[in-house]
Each structure stands twice: as structure tokens, then as C-alpha cells.
């Protein structure tokens, strides 16, 4: 008799509900207008792109965007279902604290990461907090809410 089959890890509503943690996924008009020609220069605004919810879990979870010909492959890839040109390979890792909260560290990217609104970029290489609702701005036009229990913070 052949061994039972391996059981796939779970996803979805099932994994967040384990890590308490995950995070909507986006395109947001105001940033992409605000961000300035040097970025935004031949690109549109991904109308009727609907946000998307991805569990965070595991230790770390790199937010970038795929290339398959450099080996690639982000955990939350924003070159998919709309590419955010602005945003690299290895843009951010969130990374899980002891305690169950998560933290960003900036890996240098071209373009810039901005939290909750900052006027300027997050300097090169930051490690930074997060808490529930914190957006987090990268590219062009994308932006990840981190939410705790699936909610957003009001």
C-alpha cells in the first residue's frame, strides 16, 4: 500500500486565520497622481484593479516582483495581475516578530517605500514597525494595508 499523500501547507482564509496577520493589496489613484512624471512617465492607472488579501506567514515575506529569468519569485508579486513597473525585484521584507507583530525592512529600492503617508521616502535600508493599518506605499501605484485578524485598524 502506498504512503498517504503529504498534506499541502494551508492557504487562504485558513492560513490567516493561523497568523493573525495579512495584508490588501493594491493600486491607490492618489499616490500614482502625487508620485511624479520621473515614475508615472507612460504608465496608467490600473483601473478596476480590486484589491486582493495575501496571509502573511512564515518568518519573512518579500514583497517585489517576479522575473523567472533571475530566479525571482516575491511572495506578494506586484508584477501580477497588474505590473507596477516602479517596483523591484526585492522592494521590502516584512519580517515576523517573536511577538506575533511584523516589522518592514527596506532592501534599497530605486523608487522608494512610504508609510502611512510620509512625505518623503523611508531612508535606505530602514527596519521599521508595523501595526495594524499601516499602508505601505512602493512603486508607481502599489500599496499593502497590514491588518491584524484580517481587519484593518479604523
Same mark, same amino acid.
Given at each position: 500500500?502506498?504512503?498517504?499523500?503529504?498534506?499541502?501547507?494551508?492557504?487562504?482564509?485558513?492560513?490567516?486565520?493561523?497568523?493573525?496577520?495579512?495584508?490588501?493589496?493594491?493600486?491607490?489613484?492618489?499616490?500614482?497622481?502625487?508620485?511624479?512624471?520621473?515614475?508615472?512617465?507612460?504608465?496608467?492607472?490600473?483601473?478596476?484593479?480590486?484589491?486582493?488579501?495575501?496571509?502573511?506567514?512564515?518568518?519573512?515575506?518579500?514583497?517585489?516582483?517576479?522575473?523567472?529569468?533571475?530566479?525571482?519569485?516575491?511572495?506578494?508579486?506586484?508584477?501580477?495581475?497588474?505590473?507596477?513597473?516602479?517596483?523591484?525585484?526585492?522592494?521590502?521584507?516584512?519580517?515576523?516578530?517573536? +511577538? #506575533?507583530?511584523?516589522?518592514?525592512?527596506?532592501?534599497?529600492? $530605486?523608487?522608494?517605500?512610504?508609510? *502611512? @503617508?510620509? /512625505? !518623503?521616502?523611508?531612508?535606505?535600508?530602514?527596519?521599521?514597525?508595523?501595526? +495594524? #493599518?499601516?499602508?505601505?506605499?512602493?512603486?508607481?501605484?502599489? $500599496?499593502?494595508?497590514?491588518?491584524? *485578524? @484580517?481587519? /484593518? !485598524?479604523?
Amino acid at each position: 500500500m502506498p504512503p498517504p499523500a503529504p498534506v499541502a501547507a494551508p492557504t487562504g482564509p485558513a492560513q490567516e486565520a493561523r497568523t493573525g496577520w495579512s495584508a490588501l493589496v493594491g493600486a491607490d489613484r492618489d499616490f500614482f497622481q502625487s508620485h511624479g512624471a520621473d515614475v508615472t512617465a507612460g504608465l496608467a492607472f490600473p483601473e478596476g484593479l480590486q484589491p486582493r488579501e495575501v496571509a502573511l506567514c512564515g518568518p519573512e515575506v518579500v514583497v517585489g516582483r517576479r522575473n523567472a529569468a533571475r530566479g525571482y519569485f516575491p511572495d506578494i508579486d506586484l508584477s501580477s495581475p497588474v505590473n507596477d513597473p516602479a517596483v523591484s525585484r526585492r522592494h521590502v521584507i516584512l519580517r515576523q516578530q517573536p +511577538d #506575533g507583530t511584523w516589522e518592514l525592512v527596506d532592501q534599497h529600492p $530605486v523608487n522608494g517605500t512610504w508609510v *502611512n @503617508g510620509a /512625505a !518623503a521616502p523611508l531612508p535606505a535600508g530602514s527596519v521599521i514597525p508595523l501595526h +495594524d #493599518g499601516d499602508r505601505v506605499h512602493l512603486g508607481a501605484f502599489s $500599496v499593502l494595508q497590514v491588518r491584524r *485578524n @484580517g481587519r /484593518a !485598524a479604523s
